[in-house]
């Protein structure tokens, strides 16, 4: 008895849910990258976006340094005479850092949750400054247009 054989063409929905996700995660990542070059100059920066800029500093760029410093601390410190197993174990130790910085995170989250605090409120501390910065330009942007004497 011959079993029947079935084509399915294109993708189903959570295949392509998944499939999304890839380009967003680039793209976030690709901002993250982008911004972290101009994180490290927030005192430069006019106010009060200097401000804003040096929030994310702390939230973003302290912990990938701290996990940078991690991987230069091991390659620095050769602890075998083999490169190779040194450099597995700077890639082991980057894990562990970026791990208990999650797991830190976690806890963090899990404790300000157990004190009543909503993701929105933790969302908003993130995001805050951001919407900020971007309606103090936008109405600076109108203000100087509406005020423009050309």
Known sequence: MAQPIYIVRGFSNTEA??????????ALWLGI?????YFNY??????????????????IVIPIDFCIAVWAHIVQYELTIYPNVNLITSILGIITCALLINKALKFSFFLLTQLGVRFSHIALVFFGPAFFGIFWYL?????????ATH
């Open 17 to 26: 849910g998944h499939i999304s996700l890839i380009p967003a995660v680039a």
């Open 139 to 147: 109405g600076g942007f109108v203000l100087a247009w509406l005020f």
């Open 33 to 37: 990258y982008w911004l972290y070059k």
């Open 42 to 59: 927030w005192p430069s920066i006019s106010e009060p976006y200097n401000f804003i800029t040096e929030s994310y500093y702390y939230l």
